[in-house]
């Protein structure tokens, strides 16, 4: 009989302890959190259709906590590269990773997992887009100890549906950024029929949900929906399923990231020249990258609102832009992706003060309710949130304009103040969330049904739309 | 006594293996109470017991029954999403997606595995008369079906996918999200399960004829077996070990969605199979433990500059990096990490194993006369 040789057992312990000292070494942040420190991660995409928004998310989060919080950035060139010396009063605040998501459910619960338990981060700033959104409030459902600070995602579901006490949204929801681009194309393009193409996602039909009730609720008809998938790639099959242009007055398009450019195109072999008086978008035709593809094809079209008004100039934006153009000169400020990020980390830091430091029930109990934003007028210049922690926000919308230089960019033409998540109580906690076929498209008053004000040369005049 | 089952009837190698496996579950076993690392037990642990179980059955299919499967990804998620649906529920501050029917968990857990066995049995009938590149077609269709399904049916999932599943376990189990370490514990226990059930399933009559079919199909369906049948049943069973997988995924991330179904995860789940070593139901634990280890520490690597997410090294690319050490892997041994370690046994690490085949070691091994 063959015996075990003292050197086999020597190997099998070496593993054994190998693996146990691999475990302490990942165990090593956890000792030092004694400190009054508070951890915050930064959730947004650095793969997938919005991958060129990392920079933009993180450049907005981090100017906040420059701004408030003498946050000291490594590279003005480069947000992601860090910051480092933010405190709030006597309490430090550690940015203690970025998270890099796809845009899709797996990854997001990935990386939230690895920045709120491996990192172990008090308070997340994100995620980016509509389906992380979504996953990440069941996820804070069951974690009420973390505070969620929704980056820039815009689906409805988090803060209506599911709306988990520890979560909180100081911007829009897709719906809310369209709020009253369904009246300016009935009353300003005279449409009656209209058909939609949006992403199969989230946040697709939040946007779309948007435009679908504002258009209905003021006599329009949505005779046909299209809901290509996201990461789609050839739309042609899709654009086909579309009426033809002779047999509807336009297209509304919730069609985002790279997908927008693509879609045109496959439009535009599919039915000839694109008409801008017969397409409005969401903000993916004048923000995040397409305005230099999509806009300069579409002069003329409207696009829904990004809860920001480019163009637009009055003492407190100005000031917030002249700041974030110091700290990131290459981040456009006006961007709704750095603007967002940039409103969640300053109500951080509000909440901080208030709570002293303190996270968990405390920092939820403390973060405003009510914050100064650049970009909000109504309500003396401070966004609201209603009980489900979402805000109440203006929103303006914008048309698609040629500048002297050739470029075409996003200009203000209507203002709508105080846009509320439910658009008037059509949407509620007890509805199913916007899908393919919700809502439906029926005639219902909104609150700012025929108080649309109009915009002219950057200011907002008195006159309504009519 | 046995000579399975006395350790002085055991070769070296079975007594260095075996003590090795019982202190490594010794170890697994006290882990959470050392307190050690919540994260490593709650996430990178559990993680590597649930995809190793999932791993574990297409290495079933492929070290017993010479089947390549890339369903085994597609069948983990729809176990998840089924569970997801049945018991889930709405309403405001439920979950939005899905049918959200809200049945006993327990009954959702089961009409999860049974359904999905069921599944994993037509899949696998229609693909039992194809084999080698075929099959591994047929099977990739089924996890591109499966993705596309679960992403367009958006009664039952989208491409949202279904959330808040953790909430929803039997009450026999109660609440893991407050007692992360029962999760630990049922997943170990599956895991350790699902290694004996292979072990005994592989050993009585009908896996020693599966690894005949393996070996020699038509000299099996001569003597008058029934070669699709028995790959069929085996598909289903593998299909039953990957459902158990997709209902600890689901329980573990709360969430189940067409993106943990689709290409990369299925490649994914083929690259811990063949880190670990596609010829022992051990590698399957091996090659998952391995891969979220690279997958977790790699991505949030700042030890060596410009290597995690947004870094410079790779194009800060995740993906590039695991390439290249599954590249090596390869490269280096053929058969995996468990490869590496039978070669340091056989003693011709350096030269003779180098480019050799990956040998498939017979199932049952003679025991060693008593010298």
């Not at chain 1, 299209?226 to 789609?232: E, S």
């Not at chain 1, 033809?244 to 985002?256: E, I, L």
């Not at chain 2, 049948?229 to 158990?244: D, Q, V």
Request: net charge positive; glycine share 12%.
């Amino acid at each position: 009989m063959r015996r075990v040789t003292l050197r086999s057992w020597k190997t099998a312990a070496v593993l054994v302890m190998a693996c146990a000292a691999v475990a302490l070494g990942a165990n090593g942040s956890l000792a030092a959190s004694h400190a009054k420190v508070v951890k915050v991660a930064i959730m947004t995409d650095c793969k997938g259709a919005f991958a060129f928004g990392y920079d933009f998310d993180i450049g907005g989060a981090q100017g906040a906590f420059a701004q408030f919080a003498h946050g000291v950035t490594k590279n003005h060139a480069k947000p992601s590269a860090g910051m480092t010396g933010i405190h709030v009063g006597s309490t430090q605040v550690k940015i203690v990773g970025y998270g890099c998501g796809n845009d899709t459910v797996p990854l997001a619960i990935t990386e939230t997992k690895r920045l709120m338990e491996q990192l172990n981060a008090d308070v997340e700033i994100g995620p980016l887009s509509g389906d992380e959104a979504v996953a990440t409030a069941n996820y804070a459902k069951a974690h009420p100890t973390k505070t969620f600070i929704i980056g820039t995602a815009g689906s409805q579901d988090p803060t209506m549906q599911i709306a988990p006490k520890n979560m909180f949204r100081y911007h829009g929801d897709g719906a809310q950024w369209n709020a009253g681009i369904g009246e300016l194309a009935y009353k300003k393009l005279h449409w009656r029929k209209a058909a939609i193409i949006m992403d199969d996602y989230s946040f697709g039909w939040t946007s779309a949900a948007g435009m679908i009730a504002d258009f209905c609720a003021v006599g329009g008809d949505i005779v046909k929906r299209v809901f290509p998938p996201l990461n789609t790639t050839d739309y042609s099959s899709w654009v086909r399923q579309l009426p033809p242009p002779n047999q509807v007055d336009g297209y509304f398009s919730a069609v985002g990231g790279t997908g927008t450019s693509a879609m045109l195109k496959a439009f535009e072999q599919a039915y000839g020249k694109l008409n801008p008086k017969q397409w409005i978008g969401n903000l993916f035709f004048g923000f995040l990258g397409a305005d230099k593809v999509v806009a300069p094809k579409l002069v003329g079209s409207y696009v829904g609102g990004f809860g920001n008004n480019p163009g637009v100039h009055y003492p407190k934006v100005d000031a917030y832009r002249a700041f974030m153009t110091k700290l990131y000169p290459k981040i456009p400020a006006d961007d709704g992706f750095t603007y967002n990020y940039y409103m969640a980390a300053k109500a951080l830091v509000q909440g901080l003060q208030k709570s002293g430091g303190a996270v968990g029930a405390k920092l939820q109990a403390s973060l405003p309710r009510s914050i100064n934003g650049p970009f909000q007028i109504s309500n003396g210049g401070f966004v609201k949130l209603d009980s489900r922690r979402q805000a109440i926000q203006d929103q303006y919308q914008l048309q698609l304009v040629k500048n002297k230089d050739g470029s075409v960019s996003p200009q203000v033409v209507a203002y709508v103040p105080a846009v509320d998540q439910s658009f008037g109580g059509l949407f509620k906690p007890t509805s199913p969330p916007p899908g393919r076929t919700q809502p439906p498209c029926k005639r219902v008053h909104t609150p700012w049904q025929g108080k649309i004000q109009l915009v002219v040369n950057g200011k907002i005049t008195k006159q309504v739309l009519k | 006594m046995s000579p399975a089952w006395n350790p002085a009837a055991w070769t070296r190698r079975q007594q260095i293996e075996r003590g090795l496996v019982a202190a490594v579950l010794v170890l697994m076993i006290v882990f959470p109470a050392t307190g050690i690392s919540a994260y490593w037990s709650h996430q990178i642990l559990i993680r590597t017991f649930l995809f190793g179980v999932a791993a574990a059955s297409l290495i079933f299919l492929f070290a017993y029954g010479g089947m390549v499967s890339l369903a085994q990804t597609a069948l983990f998620g729809i176990a998840g999403v089924i569970l997801g649906n049945l018991a889930t529920k709405g309403g405001p501050g439920g979950t939005s997606k899905g049918l959200h029917l809200g049945w006993d968990p327990t009954v959702a857990l089961v009409l999860a595995i049974v359904l999905t066995t069921v599944i994993g049995l037509i899949f696998g009938a229609v693909a039992a008369r194809s084999a080698g590149i075929y099959f591994l077609m047929i099977t990739l269709t089924y996890s591109v079906i499966a993705t596309y399904t679960l992403g367009q049916v958006t009664k039952i999932s989208g491409f949202s996918g279904i959330g808040g599943i953790n909430r929803y376990t039997p009450g026999w189990i109660g609440n893991i999200l407050d007692h992360p370490n029962r999760l630990y514990y049922i997943a170990l226990g599956v895991a350790v399960f699902v290694y004996a059930l292979i072990r005994y399933i592989v050993r009585t009559p009908f896996g020693l004829t599966l690894q005949g079919v393996r070996d020699e199909p038509i000299r099996m369906s001569s003597l008058g077996y029934n070669v699709p049948l028995h790959r069929t049943l085996a598909f289903g069973f593998a299909a039953f070990i990957a459902s158990l997988a997709g209902v600890l995924y689901a329980w573990w991330s709360g969430q189940v969605a067409p993106g943990n179904v689709d290409l990369p995860e299925t490649i994914n789940l083929l690259v811990m199979a063949v880190i670990g070593g596609l010829v022992r139901i051990e590698g399957a634990w091996l090659g998952a433990f391995a891969f979220i280890l690279m997958d977790n520490y790699i991505t949030s690597s700042t030890h060596i500059p410009g290597l995690g997410f947004g870094g410079t090294l790779f194009g800060g690319s995740f993906n590039t990096i695991v390439g290249v050490i599954f590249l090596v892997i390869v490269l280096v041994s053929p058969d995996g990490l468990l490869g590496i370690w039978g070669r340091l046994f056989e003693g011709r690490y350096l030269i003779r194993g180098r480019g050799a085949p990956p040998t498939i070691e017979p199932t049952i091994e003679a025991p060693e006369a008593s010298q």
